[in-house]
């Protein structure tokens, strides 16, 4: 999986730093300034990983002189009890990057193990699961890496990357048709997805010449219909369920054929993985 840009991971981490230390860590001056530690990182429970290169980042800000040695890699499955990471170097930076650190990795292999979990409940289908827009704001390039991580594949990164033509702009454009005609002129290179909410939106976005549809709360019954009517057309769309998906429905859905679901929930409703970190003092 490819990382986000380095500066982007740089800035993330600066500004969480910046929000917790402030002036300085006084809690870490309580250790002597010559004292060195080895922290040791666990997880409480299973998961996948996801966010070494933001840890690096954080002990690299505050001490260069921090090793890490990482025992599991990004992606990888772990267990309950499992090590996943040794620190060493001077004890107040990392008693001073602890919270951060962590903050950042159980974030980011929560929102991966998310991902992990909606991609095996739809194993065997044929359907992609993708993440949204609807992600932690300055994190946004670190929870799509995450999805990534997890098995999951990117909707579009940002409103600069691709189009969706949702409601509101059918409203604002007159129709279906004139949107699309509309996003055409404006990037001819870009694919133009359109969301639906009945197979009559279905059969304008079919006449509109669109690149995908987006099926918004269809039920059951009329994805079938949706799937069946797009694999009769001689160029057919990308097919989107989203609204409303849940474990309980996601295994349905993709079974009725379409290409991907898309799941707001694994970078909206983060569980963040239960880590732990203990740190001794040597010599």
């Known amino acids: 999986?490819?990382?986000?840009?380095?500066?982007?991971?740089?800035?993330?981490?600066?500004?969480?730093?910046?929000?917790d230390l402030g002036a300085g860590d006084l809690t870490a001056q309580l250790v002597p300034a010559q004292a060195r530690g080895r922290a040791r990182v666990i997880t409480r429970e299973a998961g996948v990983l996801c966010g070494s290169a933001w840890v690096a980042a954080v002990f690299a800000a505050l001490d260069p002189g921090v090793r890490l040695s990482w025992q599991v890699a990004d992606g990888a499955a772990v267990a309950p009890g499992q090590?996943?990471?040794?620190?060493?170097?001077?004890?107040?930076p990392l008693l001073t990057g602890e919270r951060t650190a962590l903050n950042f990795l159980q974030?980011?292999?929560?929102?991966?193990?998310?991902?992990?979990r909606y991609v095996a409940a739809i194993?065997?289908?044929?359907?992609?699961?993708?993440?949204?827009r609807k992600t932690i704001p300055g994190l946004r390039l670190a929870q799509k890496y995450a999805v990534r991580c997890g098995g999951g594949r990117n909707h579009r990164l940002g409103?600069?990357?691709?189009?969706?033509?949702?409601?509101?702009?059918?409203?604002?454009?007159g129709s279906i048709a004139a949107a699309v005609a509309a996003a055409r002129r404006l990037a001819p290179t870009v694919p133009v997805e359109v969301e639906v909410e009945t197979l009559e939106e279905l059969e304008?976005?079919?006449?509109?010449?669109?690149?995908?549809?987006?099926?918004?709360?269809?039920?059951?019954?009329?994805?079938?219909?949706?799937?069946?009517?797009?694999?009769?057309?001689?160029?057919?769309?990308?097919?989107?369920?989203?609204g409303g998906i849940d474990f309980d429905t996601i295994h349905a859905i993709a079974a009725?054929?379409?290409?991907?679901?898309?799941?707001?929930?694994?970078?909206?409703?983060?569980?963040?993985?239960d880590l732990s970190m203990r740190l001794e003092l040597l010599g």
């Open 1 to 19: 999986m490819e990382l986000p840009p380095a500066d982007c991971i740089r800035q993330a981490v600066a500004a969480a730093l910046a929000e």
């Open 123 to 132: 194993a065997g289908t044929g359907c992609r699961i993708l993440d949204t």
């Open 83 to 92: 090590l996943l990471f040794t620190a060493e170097g001077p004890a107040r």
């Open 204 to 242: 304008q976005a079919f006449a509109a010449d669109a690149d995908l549809a987006l099926l918004d709360e269809f039920s059951l019954t009329d994805l079938r219909s949706a799937v069946a009517r797009n694999r009769s057309r001689s160029r057919p769309l990308g097919l989107e369920a989203s």
């Open 256 to 273: 009725t054929g379409v290409d991907f679901i898309s799941v707001g929930s694994i970078t909206k409703h983060v569980r963040a993985l």
């Open 107 to 116: 974030t980011l292999s929560g929102t991966a193990t998310a991902a992990q």
């Open 159 to 173: 409103l600069y990357d691709g189009i969706l033509v949702k409601e509101n702009h059918i409203a604002a454009a």
